[in-house]
């Protein structure tokens, strides 16, 4: 199967650069090469932290953990595993050369003060004008933790969503706007589907490109209107 | 004033009912596991609890509240796949949770120690967490009022003190303890080790020893 690069000029006519939905790992690959060299990043928990397995060493990303670390390596094993040295997540990780450790303030106000280029989080519902909803579902019998999810969503310069493109039941969590309770509003710029990318911003959502449909195809899955994106600025 | 004690029980003596106690630690790292241990001895109970989470397994925090001590926690994320003995009480209606976003929760703790009324901030705006709490628009983006969280006692774990009390820490294991210390009226540290005053490069320190009021060497 072949992914193709973010930087493709993407005519309506070839908007399809997959003959198939994609997975879960092709997706996560798709997400690293469309990570700008040099950026420092934070991935969510869950399938976001796929990322980090494609990420080439040439790209220079420095990934921040919020527990307070910037430069942070892969998972740890055997004699690497160290109490001491765990990400958000709370599984060992190791150091890169170059690694920093920091407090907790200071960690969140790396992100706060929008000193991250990108965060990568797991979404149930994002809405057509970037709403976000990722914490909370809402059931009466629920018990709500937040962890870092709204600081990350309001404070990185771009938020990139990936998630399946609809739910167990065959709906589509891109929705006119969020029924789950909001992390953060408008601060969604791209989601990242099994089925499709998507742009999202206060004009409405862009469709970069689809994978295994057409966008009228697509169109019929997700109910709010889409359009082709223009190849800048994609 | 510094004082430097012989057991994790000295150290938590003079904690009353009712206190508001900050625990630092981030999962099981920086977690002070042993001061946690000597304050479930000590008997203190109706305690409000403020760490980033609400226990795990059957060890430290997760007991204190298992035994009907914390009337509140103050925290980010208490669900967690082993945090059966919260998950109860809470379900049960027996404890008292402020759930507050990780960001605000550190810059909150921030703000009390550095003397700061409160402050503004987007992380929230328009969400759950942020009812009943005054926002403003500044700089084009709606921001919520947020308000120092103080403590009686902050109970963190650091890796070396020196004589003056000033401390370093090990790796992510810091997380909440710099800013739990400068936080609480009274700061209890248990630490790996102690080295005479000087034995400690002043360019490395993280906590300077004037946050710190009692110091207990743990094995």
């Known amino acids: 199967m072949s992914v193709q690069s973010n930087d493709q000029t993407a005519s309506p006519a070839g908007i399809r650069t997959s003959e198939k939905p994609l997975g879960r790992d092709d997706l996560a690959r798709l997400v690293a090469r469309d990570i700008k060299p040099g950026s420092f990043v934070n991935l969510g928990i869950g399938q976001p932290t796929l990322v980090s397995n494609y990420l080439e060493p040439e790209q220079d990303i420095t990934l921040h953990t919020e527990n307070g670390m910037l430069g942070m390596g892969p998972e740890a094993t055997g004699d690497q595993i160290d109490g001491d040295l765990i990400n958000a997540g709370k599984i060992p990780v190791t150091e890169l050369p170059g690694a920093s450790y920091f407090h907790h303030a200071d960690s969140f106000a790396i992100m706060r003060g929008g000193h991250l280029d990108i965060c990568v989080l797991g979404a149930f519902q994002v809405s057509a004008t970037g709403d976000l909803a990722n914490w909370h579902t809402g059931a009466p019998d629920a018990i709500p933790a937040v962890g870092g999810a709204m600081d990350l969503a309001t404070g990185a310069k771009d938020v990139f969503v990936m998630m399946t493109l609809l739910t167990r039941e065959g709906i589509s969590k891109l929705v006119e706007t969020c029924s789950y309770p909001l992390t953060g509003i408008g601060c969604v710029t791209r989601v990242y589907t099994d089925r499709a990318v998507f742009l999202t911003g206060p004009d409405g959502v862009e469709v970069r490109e689809t994978f295994g449909c057409t966008l009228e195809e697509l169109q019929d899955m997700v109910p709010v209107p889409l359009r082709a994106a223009s190849a800048a600025g994609s | ?219």
């Not at chain 2, 809470?90 to 605000?104: D, K, M, S, W, Y």
């Open chain 2, 1 to 219: 004033m510094l004082n430097f004690v012989d057991t994790v029980g000295e150290a938590v003596a003079g904690i009353k009912d009712g206190s508001t106690v900050m625990i630092g630690g981030f999962g099981n790292a920086g977690q002070p596991f042993e001061l946690i241990d000597a304050l479930m001895d000590c008997g203190a109970t109706g305690l409000t609890v403020v760490n980033n989470n609400a226990g795990q397994g059957d060890q430290g925090l997760a007991l204190l509240i298992k035994e009907g001590r914390v009337k509140k926690m103050i925290c980010s994320f208490p669900r967690q796949s082993d945090s059966w003995h919260f998950d109860a009480k809470f379900r049960a209606g027996e404890i008292e949770l402020e759930l507050v976003p990780q960001g605000n929760l550190a810059e909150r703790i921030r703000a009390a120690g550095a003397g700061i009324g409160g402050f503004f901030t987007p992380t929230g705006y328009g969400t759950m967490l942020a009812e009943g709490k005054e926002t403003r628009i500044l700089d084009g983006r709606g921001q919520v009022f947020e308000t120092p969280i103080h403590a009686d006692v902050a109970l963190i774990k650091a890796f070396t003190a020196d004589g003056k009390g000033n401390l370093v820490y090990r790796k992510t294991a810091r997380n909440f303890g710099p800013i739990m210390a400068a936080a609480a009226k009274h700061t209890i540290v248990q630490v790996s080790g102690i080295v005479p005053t000087g034995g400690l490069d002043p360019e490395i320190i993280v906590t300077p020893g004037i946050y710190v009021n009692s110091i207990v060497k743990v094995a």
